[in-house]
């Protein structure tokens, strides 16, 4: 298994573009997080999906939107980017105890 | 989710055992424990988690106290790979919260950085 997946691992953006975020797990997970970690500070939930067809907003939804067509995809969708969206973002999976994160897409927003 | 507090920093000599401390004192019946840390700018990793028994696995052992108020997380050789942050979360896990339909979400505050020096 590959695992979690995210593409791409750095980004620039200028303000006002948009863009997607992928992330793809190949275990089979039913539940699946995207996380944002500002430079210093701790993860805080975006978005979450609890299988196929279902998402929920976290913490800090505003700005995101997201998708959950198929179990094995879950991208976070930006409209309009905004420089308080430089951030690194962090996908993640569970199976049915532990959460899994992927390596991370570095966004710049100039 | 319950809230815990950890020390800010903490240094270890290598070779050395890292006892990482966390409490938990709000933490309710069904919650577990568990310990991730990130290196760097990775993702976080997860290391361990437990509901009120002792655990070990090949990275480190936890050790929960008897009211659950707090845990310990135990590097028992340390090496400079193990420099990192280190979080102590309490959830819910997704096994139990699947009849709602609902997932206890990881809560991460700022954790503990963890210095190994040689």
């Known amino acids: 298994n590959a695992g979690v997946t995210q593409t791409p691992k750095f980004r620039i953006l200028k303000i006002g573009q948009s863009m997607t975020l992928q992330c793809t797990q190949d275990m089979n997970h039913n539940y699946m997080y995207w996380y944002r970690q500002d430079p210093g500070m701790g993860l805080k939930l975006i978005y979450y999906?609890?299988?196929?067809?279902?998402?929920d907003k976290g913490e800090v939804p505003n700005g995101y939107n997201v998708s959950r067509s198929t179990t094995e995809d879950f991208p976070l969708r930006l409209e309009l980017a905004a420089p308080s969206q430089t951030s690194v973002y962090f996908c993640a999976s569970s199976p049915r105890d532990r959460v899994d994160f992927g390596p991370g897409t570095r966004l710049l927003v100039l | 989710d319950a809230k815990t507090t950890q020390p800010t920093s903490m240094d270890c000599a290598e070779g050395r055992a890292a006892n990482l401390p966390c409490n938990h004192s709000?933490?309710?019946?069904?919650?577990?424990v568990y310990w991730y840390r990130q290196i760097h700018s990775q993702g976080p990793q997860y290391i361990i988690h437990g509901l009120k028994n002792n655990e070990t696995n090949e990275m480190a052992s936890l050790i929960i106290t008897e009211d659950r108020k707090s845990s310990t997380l135990i590097l028992p050789h340390a090496t400079l790979r193990d420099t990192a942050v280190y979080y102590c979360?309490?959830?819910?896990?997704?096994?139990?919260?699947?009849?709602?339909?609902?997932?206890?979400?990881?809560?991460f505050g700022t954790g503990t950085r963890l210095q190994v020096m040689l």
């Open positions: 999906s609890v299988g196929a067809g279902i998402t």
């Open positions: 979360i309490v959830r819910v896990p997704e096994a139990r919260s699947i009849n709602t339909g609902t997932a206890s979400k990881l809560t």
């Open positions: 709000t933490i309710s019946g069904n919650e577990y």
